[in-house]
């Protein structure tokens, strides 16, 4: 399984942007798709989760500018960035938990840079 996150860039403060997520591969089953960021000189800390169970979450300090959703016709999560603060300058990661033939497995993507600046 391949995890291919994508749609970083540089955006403006109040600007947006959206991540994306794509799991490709021999996938029986999505279980949980989660973003983190870490920021330089920071720890990596969770943003968003998506639970198979329809279950979305977002942290305090992105609830109501960001939003995750799932394009389950391609096994992909996205990740909208609305309202963008300076603070919200990281690598995004995403982290997929997921059957396959061989069983569980809990996998990162590469990380896409986003910066916000003016």
């Known amino acids: 399984v391949q995890l291919q996150a994508s749609g970083g860039g540089l955006a403006q403060p109040g600007g947006s942007l959206r991540l994306s997520c794509a799991a490709s591969?021999?996938?029986?089953?999505?279980?949980?798709m989660d973003w983190y960021r870490q920021a330089p000189g920071k720890q990596r800390e969770w943003v968003a989760s998506w639970r198979s169970s329809g279950s979305i979450n977002c942290a305090d300090s992105v609830k109501g500018r960001f939003t995750i959703s799932r394009d389950s016709a391609q096994n992909t999560v996205h990740l909208q960035l609305n309202s963008l603060k300076p603070e919200d300058t990281a690598i995004y990661f995403c982290n997929v938990d997921y059957f396959d033939p061989d069983g569980r497995h809990n996998d990162w993507g590469q990380g896409t840079l986003v910066t916000v600046s003016s």
């Open positions: 591969g021999r996938i029986f089953s999505l279980n949980a």
